[in-house]
């Protein structure tokens, strides 16, 4: 006799069926675990992102780096002439003047003691411009001679030995460390001031440096 109603939900929505009539709409397409909220799929991160690689700078062809090189032998070989010329000839005269300085810094003293000043002047700007070509001439040879403390252990090895043989087998000279250390600084102010940027130039880095290298590590960690 009477119709059979269809029982309706909270929502007003009716019940029953195939259960798919008493999903939340906004929960649509969403699978529910029994007691838990909607499983949402984690975003997955990007692997395939470029790594930010150093810029390594390229220097001029292996052709031009060989006659530098041989540039840079030839006036080394010129430099070492005068040099000795300078520090290894005789002077019979200069015997009773002579004596040997194993203490760093009295020469100095002594220089900037004197009354002349073209004398002092002479003395300690002489030495100091006898290690400038050092400077600027070592990293032109080689890439592995670049660097402040190469050029300078480069440098007082070099003057070093010319100071034992001058003092050991020459008339008239003798062996003293403040030409050494002036003859080093030389050669550092000439590295400073010319040749780092030409050995940079003739010899650019292949490879990063370390800490560019270990932060390249960190950003593609």
Known sequence: MFGRRASKGRGGAPAGGDGSDGEDAGGAGRVTPAGGSPKRKEPEPDTAAPRAAVPVRRGPGRFVRALV???????MVAFAVVLARLT???SPASVPLTHSNLTPGRSIEAYLGRPAFVDTVKQLGGNILLGVPFGILLPLLSRKARGFLRVALLTAATMLLVELVQGALVTGRAFDIDDVLLNTTGALLGYVT?????????HPRTRPRWWQRRRQARTSA
């Open 69 to 75: 090189a041989l540039t840079a032998l030839a006036g």
């Open 88 to 90: 290894l000839e005789a």
């Open 194 to 202: 010319v040749g780092r940027r030409l050995g940079r130039a003739v």
